[in-house]
């Protein structure tokens, strides 16, 4: 096993054997704040190496995969798992949406492997934040509801969110640079950035443990719709990789991606656009159950389903 989700463990061990172990406020925003943008600045730098016409194509299809989870995911939790329109619309939107550091995770899972990818990937990350989301609301407001969202706050979370400047802003910045302009960077921003990922994770740790609690009152079908959804959008992932042209380890971070739920920016975005919705339920699937799985289990799962895809 990779050292670097033992971090994980190690935290949530510690939280429910009610260590003390902490980790500062402070820090922790931090540690986020360079995370995003270190994923974004090389995503930038390997961006400004494309031709932008080549991957235009590519991004609008990544851009309708985000658009396609969340309208699988709605009818599942609205139809079979019985939940009211808003709390099934809010979930639907999280699993639309993506997870910068289960990103990050597989990333370093094809690294210790030598397994190439394209590394404009971030690019895709970016472009998965806010589809999810936006449906998610809409599937939400088809109630006859759409007057009441004041979308000038919404459309700011969105938009301008922490994750979501930091990640757009990075790769600009990245793009803008260049590979030259970020040389002098490369020690801070690059090299640094698996110890400060291990950091991460512990609080990670630390904090799913903390709300384990709310599994109790959620309920099996929640449990078990964190765990196959992310297997299904895995699939969705790997094909559509493998039909718009990517690499297999391309592939693997876009299966990836397509599996992650957001526990950052879709939170925030929700409580604005659906307060009718309960975001414990929203928080405790995609951070307690989801973010572990893909983590632990999930990232080698979906490299064998790419291998099947690619016939390997």
Known sequence: MDAIPLFFMLGFAARLARSDLKIPGQLYEALSIYLLLAIGLKGGMELARQDPLEVLPQALSVMGLGVVIPLIAFPI??????????????????????????????????????????????????????????VGILLARMGGEMRSIKWGPLLHEIFLGKSMVLLGGGLLIGWAA?????????????????????????????????????????GAFLVGFAIGMPILSAVLGALAGAFIGLSAGGTLLLATLAASASYIAAPAAMRIAVPEANPGLSITAALVVTFPFNILIGIPLYDRIVSLVYGV
Do not use: W
Request: hydrophobic letters at 55%; glycine letters at 10%.
């Open 77 to 134: 939790l609205y139809k079979l798992g019985r939940l009211d329109r808003h709390n099934a619309a809010a979930i639907a939107g999280h699993y639309g949406s993506v997870s910068v550091v289960t990103f990050a995770v597989a990333v370093d899972y094809l690294l210790a492997r030598d397994i190439p990818y394209e590394a404009y990937l971030p690019l895709f990350l970016v472009l998965l934040e806010m589809p999810g989301i936006a």
């Open 178 to 218: 260049g590979p030259d302009g970020l040389a002098p960077l490369q020690p801070f921003f690059f090299e640094l950035f698996k110890g400060v990922l291990c950091l991460f994770l512990l609080e990670m740790g630390l904090v799913a443990a903390g709300q384990a609690g709310a599994l109790r009152s959620s």
